[in-house]
């Protein structure tokens, strides 16, 4: 039997059809999607509605606010809002006493700016609660502007105090509406989604096992799965209440499944025959789909996955074998873990996820991301007021706000950016004061032109972080237009400098993060995976410090990194497809690569974190001392070939390292042997390590096939 394939998507090579799909793919509709459209909307428009009522200064920070959080999939929204108020207590007490050390002296004051740009950054990169940078960060971003103004101390007190307060507002109003709408919608929004892509890949390898034609609405159905990608599960698991431990674990199932979604998407544009050894095969991966799908729906660890098929006739197949491989690591992403009630149970009683990244002082990326964004907040604050234009000053605010959607962009998304600012600003806003404002005589007027535009904002943010930046922009730019004053705009003037200021704002942002220290986004995605091969290889020697508590800290700020770059590889893949240009293709198949590569490593990380615990001899985990030289040998096996791998994606070269790390395990199996009591029945401790061993070697070697 004759197998025709082609291992890859087609690409179109026209970027105007490319692009129209992949906006039909962003845009279409999915589950839940409408719902918390609604969500978004009710809330923006009911603290639009009280602060015109009762005149209210800046409520467009309120409404912003809205949008920004009401995505969060919240098991707990009343401690999300005491977080918000604590931190914009915070940031209120820190504005009000630092400025006023500084109030008298020009040049001071110019310094306190800039130390609290930088500050604000700071916070928006290291901080791991959403909600509370989007808090520090409202409060900051309109803050000093107010404070630059030529009126007395006294009325900028009482407009910080109203800043305050048009937060607390937005507090209640979002809170009580997520709290009503948790109850409409009951589930969990990182395992439901994740259920729902594991039951399409399995109707269609159900489909192919009882030899019959897929369907129309299952093919349309993965195709947009696969388009959706997987960046809004990471986002929603990212901002979700799980302990840390779990969502690295999450995060691997995450991985697992999109690209289980891809190998099935592509195995519908290919043509084959199966045989009944195939079929069986088929049918042995679907019923696996299934438990595991069902495992997770019900809270549970997923068992141990085997397919054992060395001595039955080739597969006629293609992409069988990688899929059975991807089903297999599922369950191996919870290696060692205890049952998910428990981390349920650990995260509503104990809160142990802390408010600032481990590894935050250490993490140089930091420290980058903090000084390119206080750079481009003071050229502006520099520009508007050389130019004696206050009525820009929103360019200072545009930065500090799109600066929460900033770390891990590429150039491409500010180009969205810039898109959404001029359809919110000129297109929508200024539109509406010319063609549709003149006619509204009452608020119910507005509010139907409020509730229309953030509708159809909230539409495109709830689109993957590829387009989602489009309509944050658009939002943003309305309300500023439309919610600063309490009347209908009559001049366009205040339209026109805050809709510059936007764009001012947007422009200095793309030049100093895209021009003056960017890079294209496959450089960047290349740049970044071999520097995750360096910091796995780190991981792997950990720990250096006989201490344990050291040893601890130390793994667990490098293992908090290793994870965020994993999340930042896949992001800047993302952006790999707004690229054009002669090395398109390359760039692609580069992307292909990588991303598979992603998955075997981000399961070695979940793996190698597993083992770590018999390495420093946890309570539970304790292995034979006599073992400890031969286990060493294995780690620092690891770490050799995981250096040797990026060296060679450096352009260095290399020897393979992978049938050395296969010696190091066989001589590590034998040292545990020989120090069990029964060499023939080994302890549960040792059967486990050596599991994970084995399967550490394993996928190493793999990883270094593919690299």
Same mark, same amino acid.
């Given at each position: 039997? /004759?197998? *025709? ?32 459209? $609604? ?38 929204? %009343? ?18 006493? +630092? ?5 008298? +002296? ?83 929004? =990182? ?55 779990? +969502? ?17 998407? *592509? ?37 141990? =996955? ?8 080739? @597969? ?18 919870? $290696? ?77 998304k500010q180009v969205l950016r810039i898109t959404g600012a001029i359809v919110g600003g000129f297109l929508i806003g200024m539109g509406a004061q010319v063609f549709i404002l003149p006619y509204l005589d009452s608020i119910g007027g507005f509010v139907v032109l409020f509730v229309a ?29 439309? #919610? +600063? ?8 003037? $205040? ?15 793309? %030049? ?23 910091? #796995? ?15 601890? /800290? ?20 993302d952006g790999v497809l707004f690229e054009f240009g002669p090395s398109r293709e390359q760039d692609l198949a580069l992307r292909n690569r990588i991303r598979q590569g992603q998955t075997d490593l981000r399961v070695l990380f979940i793996l190698r974190v597993a083992t770590w615990k018999?390495? @420093? ?28 791998? $990026? ?35 080994? *302890? ?7 599991? %994970? ?15």
């Amino acid at each position: 039997m /004759a197998t *025709t394939a082609t291992q890859s998507l087609p690409q179109p090579s026209n970027p105007l059809i490319w692009f129209w799909e992949f906006l039909k793919g962003e845009l279409a509709p999915y589950p839940g999607r409408a719902g918390t459209v $609604a969500r978004m909307t009710l809330a923006a428009t009911l603290i639009m509605i009280v602060g015109m009522i009762f005149r209210v200064p800046y409520i467009w920070q309120g409404a912003v606010y809205a949008l920004m959080v009401s995505r969060e999939n919240t098991r707990s929204t %009343l401690h999300s809002a005491a977080v918000v108020f604590l931190v914009t207590d915070i940031a209120a007490i820190y504005l009000l006493v +630092s400025v006023s050390l500084v109030i008298n +002296s020009p040049l001071l004051h110019f310094l306190w700016i800039v130390g609290t740009f930088f500050i604000a950054f700071y916070a928006v990169s290291a901080l791991t609660n959403y909600i509370a940078a989007v808090a520090f960060i409202n409060l900051i971003a309109v803050g000093i502007p107010l404070w630059d103004r030529y009126v007395p101390a006294e009325t900028k007190v009482d407009d910080t105090l109203w800043l305050c307060l048009s937060v607390l507002i937005a507090i209640v109003i979002t809170g009580a509406v997520e709290l009503v709408f948790v109850r409409l919608r009951p589930g969990d929004g =990182v395992v439901l989604p994740i259920a729902e892509r594991l039951s399409a890949v399995g109707s269609l390898v159900a489909c192919y096992a009882a030899d019959c034609t897929v369907d129309r609405a299952t093919q349309k159905h993965i195709i947009r799965l696969q388009t959706l990608g997987t960046s809004l599960l990471r986002r929603s698991l990212r901002r979700s209440d799980y302990s840390p431990e779990y +969502s690295v674990e999450m995060a691997g199932v995450i991985v697992l499944v999109g690209r289980l979604v891809d190998l099935a998407a *592509t195995l519908m544009q290919l043509s084959f025959q199966s045989s009944a050894s195939d079929q069986r095969r088929l049918r042995d991966l679907a019923s696996t789909i299934a438990a595991i799908r069902d495992d997770l729906i019900n809270r549970q660890i997923p068992r141990p =996955v085997q397919f054992d098929h060395e001595e039955q006739p080739p @597969v006629f197949v293609p992409l069988l074998a990688e899929m059975e491989h991807t089903v297999s690591l599922i369950p191996q992403a919870f $290696a060692d873990s205890k049952s998910i009630h428990e981390y349920v149970a650990s995260v509503q009683d104990t809160r142990k996820r802390t408010l600032v990244a481990l590894g935050a002082f250490a993490n140089p990326e930091h420290l980058q991301f903090a000084l390119k964004g206080c750079l481009a907040a003071t050229i502006c604050y520099v520009i508007y007021n050389a130019v004696a234009w206050p009525g820009i000053s929103t360019a200072v605010t545009t930065c500090l706000l799109t600066a929460l959607s900033t770390v891990g962009s590429s150039r491409q998304k500010q180009v969205l950016r810039i898109t959404g600012a001029i359809v919110g600003g000129f297109l929508i806003g200024m539109g509406a004061q010319v063609f549709i404002l003149p006619y509204l005589d009452s608020i119910g007027g507005f509010v139907v032109l409020f509730v229309a535009v953030t509708a159809f904002s909230s539409w495109f943010m709830t689109s993957s972080p590829r387009l989602s930046y489009f309509g944050i922009q658009v939002a943003l730019a309305f309300y500023l237009i439309n #919610l +600063s004053e309490f009347k209908m705009q009559t001049s366009l003037e $205040a339209a026109r400098d805050r809709v510059v200021g936007v764009l001012l704002g947007l422009i200095i942002m793309w %030049l100093v993060f895209d021009q003056l220290w960017g890079a294209p986004a496959a450089v960047e995605m290349r740049r970044r995976f071999i520097s995750n091969l360096r910091s #796995l290889a780190q991981f792997a020697r950990e720990p250096l410090s006989n201490d344990l508590k050291t040893a601890r /800290a130390r793994s667990l700020a490098l293992g908090e990194t290793i994870y965020a770059n994993l999340d930042q590889v896949r992001a800047v893949a993302d952006g790999v497809l707004f690229e054009f240009g002669p090395s398109r293709e390359q760039d692609l198949a580069l992307r292909n690569r990588i991303r598979q590569g992603q998955t075997d490593l981000r399961v070695l990380f979940i793996l190698r974190v597993a083992t770590w615990k018999y390495r @420093v001899r946890l309570p539970g985990f304790e292995l034979p001392g006599a073992m400890q030289p031969a286990e060493k040998e294995f780690d620092n096996g690891l770490a050799s070939a995981l250096d040797g791998m $990026a060296d060679r994606m450096e352009g260095k070269k290399v020897t393979r390292q992978g049938e050395g790390l296969v010696a190091a395990y066989a001589q590590l199996e034998q040292a545990l042997r020989k120090t069990s009591p029964e060499q023939h029945h080994l *302890t549960p401790q040792i059967q486990s390590f050596l599991l %994970l061993s084995r399967r550490i070697a394993g996928l190493a070697d793999s990883l270094e096939k593919e690299v």
